[in-house]
């Protein structure tokens, strides 16, 4: 495998472990990313670190501090660092077993691929996989990576191990902090209902390959012409329309997404007028009725 492993050390259940190595599930390889050059040169800009006091300093006299307070630090050597050693440093200890659901969405952090490393370790890997798949839960342990101590969850995925880091207590903000100043009082019915209509017909598959990033895009293409000289205008501000009566602009995203954008691909544009043809009969005043006349026209 050509990828570099993030994390290697030893799965475990309970008395059975094997070797494995822990792969980042995701790349940012194809994104776009700009360089700091001088504005008439174009070199590119060095960083240099700099004391204050002495000015550049040479890398290899740079050395890790912890601020204890206001301009006191306690400097650590990396060895002193390597020394804080957990077992969790080469063991992914598999703690307990829990329901997807009973983990807050809000705790799920970054996806790796977690795979036997080595022929060695594939039997035991294969058992612990398929004995979690069996268990239908998510496994949780530790590990150490990137100096932190890591909650890990576990599922089964294909012929490996899916695995994502869980974020501590610490760093999850208490959603009253924002939602907190949020009135509780409930939204007419009527527009509920209208709202749930405009959902069911925009229900569909997650599809991942239809979802691209349109502003990278959009950035490929500004960094294109200006390759060729061309000269970039500024494109017209879009219009925000001012929603004036909420109950209205429901039922015309109700009309929109029921329209044009949602029609079968089978259907001949006979049948697709024959509905319209029996919606004023159900429209009870005739302020209503007018309305789709005026669409048209």
Known sequence: MATRPTWQGYLRLSLVSCPVALYTATSRSGEVHFNMLHKDTHNRIKMIPTDPESGPV???????????EKGRYVVVTDDEIK?????????LDI????DEEE????????????????????EA???IREAMKSAGKIALGRLVMHQRERLIALEPKDRGILAYTIRAKREVR????????????????????????????QEGPFDPSKFNDRYEDAL??????????????????????????????????????????????????????????????????????????????
Request: charged share 30%; hydrophobic share 35%; no cysteine.
């Open 58 to 68: 040479d890398r290899a006299d740079i050395v890790k501090g912890y601020e204890i």
């Open 83 to 91: 020394n804080v050693r957990l077992e969790t440093t080469r063991t």
């Open 95 to 98: 703690e307990t077993f829990v």
């Open 103 to 122: 983990i807050d969405r809000l705790y799920w952090n970054d996806p790796y691929f977690l795979a036997p490393d080595g022929e060695m370790a594939v």
């Open 125 to 127: 890997f294969s058992v």
């Open 174 to 201: 208490d959603v009253d902090e924002i939602f907190g100043h949020i009135p509780a009082s409930k939204p007419p019915a009527a527009m509920v209902d209208i709202a749930a209509k405009i959902i069911s017909q």
């Open 220 to 297: 490929r293409a500004l960094i294109q012409e200006k390759e060729k000289g061309k000269k970039i205008t500024k494109p017209a501000e879009p219009q925000e329309a001012e929603v004036i009566d909420l109950m209205e602009a429901l039922k015309r995203s109700l009309g929109q997404t029921g329209g044009e954008r949602r029609k079968p691909a089978g259907k001949t544009a006979a049948a697709r007028k024959a509905p319209a043809a029996k919606a004023p009969a159900k429209t009870p005043p005739p302020t209503t009725k007018k309305a789709p006349t005026k669409k048209r026209a």
